[in-house]
């Protein structure tokens, strides 16, 4: 144990040479980090930089063999440390907010001994753990289950929980990516003052908007490499490695943002006269005593994309449901080119299920498994109506629309990468030509840059085929990039809708105020 | 049945080649040698299991003998030989049959309305509650004894495990977001099921089956053991097994060997079995 003088001098981190290799790959080569007391530095990059091994390295947690030319935590020498060792550090010194609070809390433990643990581990006194609740803006909670708690509440107890012994360094991974857009900024808030407290903090984190925020310093990881280290307010405005680059454009939402808004003006006018392909009046649907939705209209015209935004539980993924014919409506109608959909029992709606079409939240989850991208667009062909002879050539041509390497068709959907498989379900939608294409969440599961050419592939496909988009999402950015309408729902309702240059710019609900003051 | 679709692959694919599948190998070379014995017996013992030879009357193991004789002179290692094609016949037929059936019954249950299931459901669960063997010993108290009703019998006594996790995991295909897919696309319903449900239901009723092979075995040479399966002079591992019991004391070779058979069988196919449920 070094002395309290030195500790004093030391930095909160000293990292030099990190290097991570598992079955002979290396994950990690020579990572360099420096903190100081008081400092957030966020380390980012695209998913399978090695964010989160570094992470998960700096406790003493990372799987394979570690190695380091200096390994320094609060002036702990932490190179050759045992399991022992590491143990007495981990909570004290140096401790871990989990991306997941969900499973990262015991579902039978209440909070308040949640947050008591590390005290108790390291022999230190509990009449902290209402105090440390209280900071974290959950006071009196403590005999509360996970369950009971929100999304933002569980994350802030997780915080709660590694303060409570009071470490010099706090890593957070991802601390914010489950969140909703307004919980989001609250967990920020609450880890800037953190901050002000004098607790290092490393951010990972591949949301941009986020590290701007709090952040002093950038590190942007590349293949286990540290590429490029700088301010923040520096490495954002003129960042200089191609890795940097394609992050930061990726996030940037203004170029976009401003042609999408004229876009969207100039069609104002235009739009009203355009044919309705789907129109949703008075949707209701129940799940026991919840109402998900609550008398919802909505229309939806040729050519146009959709907004459907929302934070999650607010009901939207129900509403799109309700649209597809998915889920049975307890009250109201959707048409589909003015004529019964939703009312019709499967058998007779059967014919005209090819005109409307789902991209699913997960796209792996909805190939079967055992096919490969070859047989699946084979079958949505074939349902089509396609001939068998005429199959191989559409199956190219579809992989051809949506820009994905038709040799990736040979692989099964477990052996492509997550926007390759976002591709080969918009493909598979396509197989019928439909009119209409509902995408929940199409892009939440993706990086970022890739986020972008999904959201291209989209906007391209409403334009070249006059496609009507319906895009459920809970991210401002989806809608400000591709959305000429948008309708915003919380708790089940529809509480404004318009175009997206008027809604954005100029909101009415104090709702929708709330989410863009969010988002910003 | 799943051979319909281009580029559709296998249910059960084998797992990657590792150090610590060293006993699961054993165990194929194992099994694929009594599969030998049991589809060709006489390429191994070329006499025949049933020939008397007054003469060479219990007889222990030498080298024209490797197991020994029996009472009335038949070679034992012949008759375990030969016995193989019963024993091993049943245990794979028992649970091949059972897979069908239990995959077929827990599919229904699993598909079918909230009532019908409800009563399929409840059945398959008081049978569970019965040991197989003593569902099987009330099945053939009802079909009678013979190499059939032991098929049979077996067959039925397993039938509720197989259904029971079909049941289940029709139950989250159904919901699965692929068979929604199927359903977005204008897929039939009939169509759905024999596409995407029941194909992605073979590999786990395959694994359950490999480790229900054993138990399967055993439960047909019990029968035979009891007397209810194949009749005496019949090489049938059970039967052997029951024959040499009086003779323990004096010529042990004649039930060990035939329980040894029995054992080595069992373990391999559960040690295999093991292998094939464990990969992922």
Not at chain 1, 71 to 93: H, V
Not at chain 1, 158 to 173: E, K, R, T
Not at chain 1, 203 to 213: C, E, I, K
Request: net charge positive.
């Amino acid at each position: 144990m070094s002395a309290a003088g030195t500790e004093v001098a030391a930095p909160a981190l000293h990292v030099r040479g990190l290097r991570l290799a598992i079955d002979g790959v290396e994950l990690l080569r020579g990572v360099d980090l420096d903190l100081a007391a008081g400092e957030c530095l966020a380390v980012v990059g695209a998913s399978g930089s090695g964010k989160t091994l570094t992470a998960r390295a700096l406790l003493g947690l990372a799987p394979g063999r570690v190695g380091a030319s200096a390994l320094q935590i609060g002036g702990t020498d932490a190179r050759r440390l045992g399991e022992r060792a590491w143990r007495r550090l981990r909570g004290r010194r140096i401790a871990l907010v989990n991306q997941d609070a969900l499973s990262a809390l015991d579902p039978l433990r209440r909070i308040g001994s949640e947050v008591a643990e590390p005290l108790r581990i390291h022999h230190l006194a509990l009449d902290g753990v209402h105090a440390m609740l209280a900071r974290v803006q959950l006071p009196g909670r403590s005999r509360s289950y996970p369950h009971e708690l929100s999304g933002g509440q569980r994350q802030r107890a997780l915080i709660a929980s590694a303060l409570a012994a009071g470490p010099d360094v706090l890593v957070a991974d991802e601390p914010t990516t489950a969140l909703d857009a307004t919980v989001q900024a609250r967990i920020l808030e609450l880890l800037a003052e953190l901050k002000a407290g004098g607790t290092a903090i490393v951010l990972v984190s591949h949301d941009l908007g986020a590290v701007a925020r709090i952040a002093d310093r950038v590190a942007v990881m590349h293949e286990g490499e540290l590429v490029e280290q700088g301010p923040t307010a520096a490495l954002l405005a003129a960042p200089v490695h191609p890795a940097a680059v394609a992050l930061v454009e990726a996030a940037h939402p203004s170029p976009v943002r401003d042609s999408a808004a004229t876009g969207a003006e100039t069609q104002r006018d235009a739009s009203s006269s355009r044919p309705i392909v789907l129109e949703g009046r008075g949707l209701v649907k129940r799940f026991g005593a919840t109402t998900a939705v609550a008398g919802a209209d909505l229309v939806l015209r040729r050519g146009e994309v959709l907004g459907l935004l929302g934070e999650s539980g607010s009901g939207k993924t129900t509403l799109a449901r309700l649209l597809l014919g998915l889920e049975r409506a307890d009250a109201g109608d959707a048409l589909l080119h003015g004529e019964p959909w939703s009312a019709l029992p499967e058998r007779s709606r059967r014919e005209r299920r090819g005109r409307i079409q789902l991209i699913g939240q997960d796209p792996l989850a909805s190939f079967d498994p055992r096919w490969t991208g070859r047989a699946i667009l084979g079958e949505a062909l074939a349902e089509a109506g396609v001939v068998r002879g005429g199959r191989a050539d559409r199956i190219r041509s579809l992989a051809v629309d949506v820009s994905l390497d038709p040799a990736l068709l040979e692989r099964r959907p477990r052996e492509l990468s997550g926007g390759q498989r976002q591709r080969l379900a918009i493909a598979r939608a396509l197989a019928s030509e439909p009119d209409v294409l509902v995408a929940d969440e199409p892009v939440s599961a993706l990086d970022a840059a890739v986020r972008g050419t999904i959201l291209d592939l989209l906007d391209r496909l409403r334009r070249e085929r006059g496609l009507a988009v319906l895009v459920v999402t809970h991210d401002l950015e989806v809608v400000r990039r591709i959305g000429d309408t948008v309708a915003v729902m919380r708790a089940g309702e529809l509480v404004e809708q318009g175009p997206v240059a008027r809604v954005l710019l100029e909101p009415e609900h104090p709702f929708t105020r709330e989410l863009l003051a969010a988002a910003t | 049945m799943s051979a319909v679709v281009p580029g559709a692959r296998r249910a059960l694919v084998l797992p990657r080649w590792r150090p610590g599948a060293v006993p699961a190998l054993i165990a194929a070379i194992v099994l694929a040698l009594l599969l030998l014995a049991a589809l060709w017996p006489s390429l191994i013992a070329p006499g025949s299991p049933t020939a008397t030879d007054a003469r060479a009357g219990t007889l222990p193991p030498d080298s024209a003998h490797w197991f020994g004789t029996d009472r009335s002179g038949r070679d034992v290692f012949t008759r375990v030989v030969h016995g193989a094609g019963a024993s091993l016949g049943l245990g794979l037929g028992a649970t091949g049959l059972a897979l069908v059936a239990g995959g077929l019954l827990g599919a229904l249950a699993g598909l079918a309305p909230r009532r019908v299931d409800g009563v399929l459901a409840r059945a398959v669960d008081v049978l569970m509650a019965l040991p197989e063997f003593l569902v099987a010993l009330l099945l053939i108290a009802i079909l009678g004894p013979g190499t059939g009703s032991v098929l049979v019998a077996v067959a039925l006594a397993a039938v509720p495990a197989y259904a029971r996790v079909a049941r289940v995991r029709t139950q989250q295909l159904a919901r699965s977001a692929f068979v929604e897919s199927a359903l977005v696309l204008g897929q039939r319903p009939w169509k759905r099921v024999l596409r995407h449900v029941l194909p992605n239901l073979l590999g786990p009723l395959l694994t359950m089956a490999a480790l229900g092979l054993g138990t399967a075995i055993v439960s047909a040479a019990g029968l035979g053991f009891l007397g209810l399966g194949a009749t005496p002079p019949a090489p049938e591992w059970g039967v052997l097994l029951s024959e040499g019991r009086n003779l323990l004391g004096t010529a042990w070779w004649v039930a060990v060997f035939p329980g040894a058979a029995i054992t080595v069988s069992v373990v391999c196919a559960s040690v295999l079995g093991r292998w094939l449920g464990g990969r992922r």
